[in-house]
């Protein structure tokens, strides 16, 4: 039996003609994702139930983001990001479960309750956001990344680079080199392989201490990987 090729994890596809489809992608890390992503050249689409606000917000962030049904923007897309409020999440993926057969989904979805102590991560029946979506979604690549880049940041073109690094879990090696390369678009970004989808979980879980960071400290803190 002849063992599998080995592929160096530096080495990354080319995503230049990779079209994205942004689901919430009125909302600011919707808008934040598509408007870095169109910025480095690669053709976005948002995506809302009202079609009329996704064109209003596609033509506020220019750049040639087209704004679109959810529907059409997940059929034209080949990879899908997934930035919806989490209390949408299984019924925006519930519904579009026929569009979404054969993509890369890529879910950003945070799982977070708040209170008077701050931020906190909530229970998930299947482990994360990223693991509901492998379970509704069966005949897509799921992938979780971005979870922990700051919506204020995206939106902000004054700030040319985003220092950070994205932890890409999911269970797919070709979904997440791809995901890692859109990741690498926007400069000073990095997507980093992080695991199996299984440890979605605790990458989601994390913005909880990100945004704990972010009060106390005033800023719109990232990570970084080191080492690698």
Same mark, same amino acid.
């Given at each position: 039996?002849?063992? !599998?090729?080995?592929?160096?994890?530096?080495?990354? !596809?080319?995503?230049?003609?990779?079209?994205?489809?942004?689901?919430?992608?009125?909302?600011?890390?919707?808008?934040?994702?598509?408007?870095?992503?169109?910025?480095?050249?690669?053709?976005?689409?948002?995506?809302?139930?009202?079609?009329?606000?996704? /064109?209003?917000?596609? &033509?506020?962030?220019?750049?040639?983001?087209?704004?679109?049904?959810?529907?059409?923007?997940?059929?034209? &897309?080949?990879?899908?990001?997934?930035? *919806?409020?989490?209390? @949408?999440?299984?019924?925006?993926?519930?519904?579009?479960?026929?569009?979404?057969?054969?993509?890369?989904?890529?879910?950003? *979805?945070? !799982?977070?309750? =708040? %209170?008077? @102590?701050?931020? =906190?991560?909530?229970?998930?029946?299947?482990?994360?956001?990223?693991?509901?979506?492998?379970?509704?979604?069966?005949? /897509?690549? *799921?992938?979780?990344? =971005?979870?922990?880049?700051?919506?204020?940041?995206?939106?902000?073109?004054?700030?040319?680079?985003?220092?950070?690094?994205?932890?890409?879990?999911?269970? %797919?090696?070709?979904?997440? %080199?791809?995901?890692?390369?859109?990741? &690498?678009?926007?400069?000073?970004?990095?997507?980093? =392989?992080?695991?199996?989808?299984?440890?979605?979980?605790? *990458?989601? &879980?994390?913005?909880?201490?990100?945004?704990?960071?972010?009060?106390?400290?005033?800023?719109?803190?990232?990570?970084?990987?080191?080492?690698?």
């Amino acid at each position: 039996m002849t063992k !599998p090729e080995s592929r160096n994890p530096i080495e990354l !596809p080319d995503v230049s003609n990779v079209a994205v489809g942004v689901l919430g992608g009125t909302g600011e890390q919707g808008r934040g994702l598509a408007l870095r992503l169109a910025v480095s050249g690669i053709r976005v689409s948002i995506g809302s139930r009202d079609a009329n606000r996704a /064109s209003e917000s596609a &033509a506020e962030l220019g750049h040639g983001v087209t704004g679109l049904s959810n529907e059409d923007c997940a059929s034209g &897309a080949d990879v899908v990001i997934i930035a *919806v409020p989490w209390d @949408g999440h299984e019924k925006v993926l519930t519904g579009l479960r026929d569009q979404l057969v054969g993509k890369i989904v890529v879910d950003c *979805v945070n !799982p977070l309750g =708040f %209170d008077a @102590g701050g931020a =906190f991560a909530l229970s998930v029946a299947d482990g994360s956001a990223a693991q509901q979506a492998a379970a509704l979604l069966p005949e /897509s690549m *799921v992938v979780g990344a =971005f979870h922990h880049v700051s919506a204020v940041t995206l939106l902000d073109l004054t700030q040319e680079t985003i220092d950070t690094d994205v932890m890409v879990v999911g269970d %797919d090696r070709s979904a997440t %080199d791809t995901v890692q390369a859109l990741a &690498a678009r926007i400069p000073g970004m990095r997507g980093i =392989f992080a695991g199996k989808l299984r440890n979605a979980g605790q *990458v989601e &879980a994390l913005t909880a201490n990100l945004i704990s960071v972010n009060r106390r400290y005033k800023a719109h803190a990232g990570l970084r990987v080191t080492d690698v």
